[in-house]
């Protein structure tokens, strides 16, 4: 699997906004889903942005494509036990949660600032940190205690987490044990195409996990979204990785 460079707009989707005089200044940004039919079903996320902010604060093109890809597999995700990784403003986690997944949200433990972000984007949707869904601080690579104390998944989940070729590694370690110790889980992502010369593909290897790509035609089109327009010139990739041993079906 490589990862290549695009140069392309930037995402420019932002639906509402709260008009401030300070460039730092947060904006709300709303994501809608929809059943596609009159009178069908609806869901409105509101996220919490500072444009001119760290990472974590900034809503970026892969995860919006994650969240439609969930929103149209709703109907599978009620009960499911999903972990989040890299969370940054949380729009896939959230969403899930919002279809009755039971969802634990996480970001670096070293970045209070980020986690207390993630906090305010579960509070602007009605879900309450510790109550209807958890967030929680994992820092990548590292087996720390708040690793071992969670709970059993079904699913991880992350949008854009590898950005970064100094991250991979740790990523994929994380991902390693915590599809040993959940077995049938699986972790979905996406991905933003950035260099031809970043790969994971001996991290796999050397890790025992495999990569099988999802197809992405058909996202957003429930809602009547064209999720080219998420990508802003961009481009995603959206993928499943699983141990060795496992089969898959590319299903939720």
Not at 107 to 134: E, M
Request: net charge negative; proline share 4%; hydrophobic share 45%.
């Amino acid at each position: 699997m490589r990862f290549h460079m695009k140069n392309g707009s930037e995402d420019n989707d932002i639906v509402a906004a709260t008009a401030t005089p300070a460039a730092t200044a947060e904006h709300i940004r709303k994501f809608v889903f929809s059943g596609g039919s009159a009178g069908g079903e609806r869901l409105e996320i509101k996220i919490p942005e500072l444009l001119q902010g760290a990472y974590s604060f900034y809503t970026w093109p892969c995860a919006p494509v994650l969240a439609h890809f969930l929103w149209e597999r709703r109907q599978s995700l009620a009960g499911k036990r999903i972990l989040e990784l890299g969370s940054g403003t949380a729009l896939p986690g959230i969403l899930a949660a919002k279809c009755r997944a039971q969802v634990v949200l996480t970001d670096n433990c070293i970045l209070p600032k980020s986690l207390a972000h993630i906090r305010k984007s579960c509070l602007a949707n009605q879900l309450q940190p510790g109550v209807d869904i958890d967030v929680v601080g994992l820092s990548w690579g590292l087996l720390l205690n708040s690793v071992f104390r969670l709970p059993p998944l079904d699913l991880i989940i992350a949008a854009d987490c590898f950005y970064d070729p100094s991250v991979f590694e740790d990523i994929v370690v994380t991902v390693a044990f915590l599809l040993e110790r959940n077995t049938g889980a699986k972790f979905i992502f996406t991905y933003q195409e950035r260099s031809a010369d970043w790969s994971i593909e001996a991290l796999l290897k050397k890790w025992k996990l495999q990569a099988l790509p999802i197809s992405m035609d058909d996202i957003g089109k429930e809602s009547g979204v064209d999720v080219m327009e998420f990508m802003g010139g961009h481009t995603i990739h959206l993928l499943e990785i699983t141990r060795l041993e496992s089969t898959s079906i590319n299903a939720i």
